[in-house]
């Protein structure tokens, strides 16, 4: 597991106020005050970490195994509409999974194609540059540059 004394604090924050990390960064409730973190979406398979129902934060939460062979594209829709909604909102969210290398990264590589009109490659880097430890595997990598091209269409092509 990645704690934060082998992970620099500044290695979270993939862009404002959008912080990708690992279940460490879950454990430290110092650290996510500190960064003012109100939402946080849960990329893990389950069974969940329990919760309790006045911890202050809201979830949303992502069942599904770090695979090449996990289907990804199912959940992006969803996962990136909460984000766009909790950031609009002046929310600051964290993305996390268990080590915020391959999951929570691919979600937060989505968003920002979506919502940053941003391609795979800039978003990988955007993204590797913020925490140097994430490696999406080649599945969720191939599921997101399918996203990519998803997202490049235009509406009226899209919708029929």
């Known amino acids: 597991m990645i704690t934060f004394d082998s992970v620099s604090r500044d290695e979270m924050e993939a862009m404002c106020a959008l912080y990708v990390g690992s279940m460490a960064a ?27 129902d006045d911890d202050g934060f809201t979830y949303h939460r992502i069942d599904i195994e ?16 909460y984000i766009r909604a ?23 590589i989505a968003y920002l194609i979506r919502d940053r009109s941003m391609t795979y490659d800039d978003a990988f880097d955007l993204v590797k540059q913020r925490r140097q430890c994430i490696k999406p595997n080649s599945g969720f990598v191939k599921a997101l540059r399918e996203w ?10 899209a919708s029929r």
């Open 148 to 157: 990519e091209t998803a997202c490049k269409l235009p509406r009226r092509a």
């Open 66 to 81: 770090d695979r090449s062979s996990a289907a990804l594209q199912p959940h992006l829709e969803a996962a990136c509409n």
């Open 86 to 108: 909790s950031l609009a909102r002046g929310d600051n969210v964290l993305v996390h999974c268990q080590q915020g290398v391959s999951r929570s990264a691919s979600i937060v």
């Open 26 to 52: 879950v454990h430290d409730v110092e650290l996510l005050r500190e960064h003012d973190i109100t939402h946080l979406v849960q990329v893990l398979e389950v069974p969940w970490i329990p919760q309790a």
